[in-house]
């Protein structure tokens, strides 16, 4: 006769399995609702950059923030995202290089150049955010996960999402992994 814990632990896998595909339905589905244009500001989840050149998903993020800004949708962009041992710039500098070569004024740009996870995107970039409501730019895919970490951050925040063109599957399910560990705790 098996005890109770052992009855608890046999279930436990299957719980956690179902977590993780419930969590890919949410990663995979279409944000709910359009970005809350009566936010002052856009934060900009890090992503990778090559010595000063954002990557492509980097440069899918900027775009979507600049589109937010050109269309008057917000007033400043907080570009979020540090540097990996040997870089010679951040994430968030690059992406603030970026986006004044396009036009974005400087005075509506700033930096957090220490993050090196989404949670610590949010985080570190909490002081240069102000009090009002935040529209997180991220891909499609990350979304979820970073509206998530916004949220019990304290922030009033909606969404714009850049779409992903390729490999979504191997980078949904990362991502329904990450949002499971996150919901069990584990960041």
């Given at each position: 006769?098996?005890?109770?814990?052992?009855?608890?632990?046999?279930?436990?896998?299957?719980?956690?399995?179902?977590?993780?595909?419930?969590?890919?339905?949410?990663?995979?589905?279409?944000?709910?609702?359009?970005?809350?244009?009566?936010?002052?500001?856009?934060?900009?989840?890090?992503?990778?950059?090559?010595?000063?050149?954002?990557?492509?998903?980097?440069?899918?993020?900027?775009?979507?923030?600049?589109?937010?800004?050109?269309?008057?949708?917000?007033?400043?962009?907080?570009?979020?995202?540090?540097?990996?041992?040997?870089?010679?710039t951040s994430e968030?500098?690059?992406?603030?290089?970026?986006?004044?070569?396009?036009?974005?004024?400087?005075?509506?740009?700033?930096?957090?150049?220490?993050a090196t996870t989404?949670?610590?995107?949010?985080?570190?970039?909490?002081?240069?955010?102000?009090?009002?409501?935040?529209?997180?730019?991220?891909?499609?895919?990350?979304?979820?996960?970073?509206?998530?970490?916004?949220?019990?951050?304290?922030?009033?925040?909606?969404?714009?999402?850049?779409?992903?063109?390729?490999?979504?599957?191997?980078?949904?399910?990362r991502e329904a992994?990450?949002?499971?560990?996150?919901?069990?705790?584990?960041?």
């Amino acid at each position: 006769m098996r005890t109770r814990a052992g009855r608890l632990l046999a279930v436990a896998p299957v719980v956690v399995a179902l977590v993780v595909a419930a969590n890919l339905a949410r990663v995979l589905a279409p944000p709910a609702a359009p970005p809350d244009c009566r936010a002052d500001v856009a934060l900009v989840m890090g992503a990778a950059q090559y010595d000063g050149r954002p990557s492509p998903a980097l440069a899918r993020r900027l775009e979507a923030a600049r589109a937010l800004f050109e269309d008057g949708c917000v007033a400043r962009i907080v570009v979020s995202g540090g540097a990996r041992p040997g870089d010679r710039t951040s994430e968030g500098a690059s992406g603030v290089a970026w986006l004044a070569a396009r036009g974005v004024p400087p005075a509506a740009l700033a930096a957090e150049t220490r993050a090196t996870t989404s949670a610590e995107n949010v985080r570190f970039a909490l002081p240069l955010l102000g009090d009002g409501p935040v529209v997180v730019v991220t891909d499609d895919l990350h979304l979820t996960r970073s509206l998530a970490l916004a949220r019990r951050a304290g922030l009033d925040a909606s969404g714009a999402a850049a779409v992903v063109p390729d490999d979504r599957l191997r980078y949904a399910v990362r991502e329904a992994l990450a949002l499971s560990a996150h919901q069990f705790g584990i960041d």
